[in-house]
């Protein structure tokens, strides 16, 4: 079976040996350790797949779209219907840092989509998911477009703000109310206020929870699949990338507004977190 496949430059870091776009057209492979580092996107058009995830049994079917992020790792027992008929779209970490709009509701749909990666759409709501996954495939297959990068970079972030709208017209704003639930929602409400700015130690957050580092981080995984470290680095990551954008600000105004004592130490940080330099962002 063949995959749809996209090799792309990502700010001024060359990533030749990279597949940072795949589309299929089964789940089989979605635990295979090559898709260890991607988030599946996958919408069904007929029949159905059944599988296990994260200790829960779930069920895709026609006109269902589901999101599994980069933990493909915990799907099992997966069982595809003779009619089954998926398109999945596989996108690396990297590029979907790249494409994400600047919005932190991923985040909140990021933690509901570990409980349950299945969202159920309305038939408008599937006409348009439909259409956007063929919108990237279509996409993917034009690299001679002299604006490849860009024009894929838009269709991605398309379905992304559209999965954002599905999710948020599903579940809305409802408050998970189990205590280790309820302590990773304050952890995130801190992250949105903005306190990453000036704090990006885990012992501050545990210390205005009245917990210690250790038990924050492990319910942010037992909750996220993700170490709350991460929460903190990828809050931070994606406000230095919007203001990156604005010309307006100089690199040393970015760099005081997050507190780094320096600004080799800001550049090192945007390096290690973002893939790029500064100055990347502005050319």
Not at 62 to 85: K, Q, T, V, W, Y
Not at 100 to 106: D, H
Not at 150 to 176: C, K, P, S, T, W
Not at 258 to 275: E, I, K, P, W
Request: net charge negative.
């Amino acid at each position: 079976m063949l995959f749809a496949r996209l090799f792309v430059t990502l700010g001024a870091k060359k990533m030749d040996t990279l597949q940072h776009i795949i589309i299929d057209n089964t789940l089989s492979r979605v635990g295979d350790e090559q898709f260890a580092g991607y988030l599946c996107h996958a919408y069904c058009h007929h029949g159905k797949c059944t599988f296990d995830y994260n200790g829960h049994s779930f069920c895709l079917s026609a006109g269902d779209c589901m999101i599994i992020p980069r933990r493909g790792d915990l799907i099992g027992n997966l069982c595809e219907s003779a009619d089954f008929a998926v398109q999945v779209i596989y996108v690396t970490q990297e590029f979907i840092e790249v494409s994400t709009p600047q919005s932190n509701y991923g985040m909140k749909g990021h933690l509901a989509l570990f409980e349950n990666p299945i969202m159920h759409l309305t038939p408008e709501q599937q006409v348009r998911c439909a259409t956007n996954f063929s919108v990237i495939s279509d996409r993917l297959a034009e690299p001679g477009h002299r604006f490849y990068r860009e024009v894929l970079i838009n269709a991605v972030q398309a379905m992304i703000l559209d999965f954002f709208d599905f999710h948020a017209q599903l579940y809305g704003g409802d408050r998970i109310s189990s205590q280790q639930h309820q302590l990773m929602s304050q952890f995130i409400e801190l992250l949105e206020r903005g306190d990453f700015r000036q704090n990006r130690e885990i012992g501050y957050y545990a210390d205005i929870l009245c917990v210690t580092p250790k038990y924050l981080s492990e319910v942010s995984k037992r909750v996220s699949g993700l170490p709350a470290n991460y929460w903190i680095t990828r809050y931070t990551a994606l406000d230095i990338s919007r203001l990156l954008r604005d010309r307006s600000l100089s690199f040393t105004d970015i760099a005081d507004m997050f507190g780094f004592s320096s600004q080799a130490h800001f550049s090192r940080y945007v390096l290690n977190n973002l893939g790029a330099k500064p100055s990347d962002f502005r050319e």
